[in-house]
């Protein structure tokens, strides 16, 4: 199994704030991806990676912004946080075959205050 | 677009008592369908998948239909339990964009012990 971390676990936070969401995994995946889960439940993919310095946007429109630099790491930063940007994030990983499962870390919850 | 739709939004059983969740999709290219559980502040995580060339697939008391004609296919949970209850994301991919999964909006089980 994939061992995927996400810090911190809930973040709390005034507007403006320049923030950093971590993601690291341990089993080398090369794809990975940043999900936006709204109180609906619904899962928005936000940006995703092929791989070392390889980062696309994803589905929803976000202004958060991402880099991968190495294999293991892929953080999420917010330049200016918002109210509006209050949500759950959850980072993910797919291994190396097209079809294989996403392993899901356990997610930050952000609030904007 | 590519689009996964579930239903319904919540279900609500008997202990005991079986429960479908059934999704529908819209990419004819999608060759593998997961089905995701999501516990209360957890990441969701893999329960059964089922690729396009097979028609059904059982894990003990869950199981999984497709019909890919139809571009239809349910999660059957049999004798459920307490623990059972969590958010249920359908998802649909294959080789179009990137490896990206396309999730259905999830469902929320609640077993009444």
């Known amino acids: 199994e994939a061992d995927i971390y996400q810090t911190p676990r809930y973040l709390v936070i005034g507007t403006g704030k320049k923030i950093t969401l971590e993601c690291s995994q341990t089993?080398?995946?090369?794809?990975m991806y940043w999900y936006q889960q709204d109180p609906g439940m619904e899962l928005h993919l936000i940006h995703y990676?092929?791989?070392?310095?390889?980062?696309e946007k994803g589905d929803l429109s976000s202004e958060s912004t991402v880099s991968r630099i190495r294999t293991e790491h892929f953080p999420l930063t917010l330049e200016s946080a918002r109210p509006s940007h209050t949500s759950q994030y959850l980072c993910?990983?797919?291994?190396?075959?097209?079809?294989?499962?996403?392993?899901f870390g356990s997610g930050t919850q952000l609030s904007v205050l | 677009g590519e689009n996964v739709e579930q239903h319904p939004s919540t279900l609500s059983v008997q202990e005991g008592d079986s429960a479908v969740i059934k999704c529908t999709y819209s990419?004819?290219?999608?060759?593998?369908f997961p089905w995701y559980k999501q516990e209360l502040g957890k990441g969701p995580q893999l329960i059964i998948d089922?690729?396009?060339?097979?028609g059904e697939k059982k894990d003990q008391r869950i199981a999984v239909t497709l019909n890919k004609t139809a571009k239809h296919f349910s999660l059957h949970i049999t004798e459920t339990q307490p623990e059972d209850s969590a958010v249920y994301f359908c998802?649909?991919?294959?080789?179009?964009?990137?490896?990206?999964?396309?999730f259905g909006a999830g469902t929320r089980l609640f077993v009444k012990a």
């Open positions: 993910a990983t797919r291994g190396a075959a097209t079809n294989e499962k996403l392993f």
């Open positions: 089993m080398g995946h090369d794809k």
């Open positions: 990676s092929y791989g070392v310095n390889s980062t």
């Open positions: 990419d004819s290219a999608s060759n593998y």
């Open positions: 089922i690729r396009s060339n097979v």
């Open positions: 998802a649909a991919g294959g080789n179009t964009g990137g490896f990206k999964t396309i």
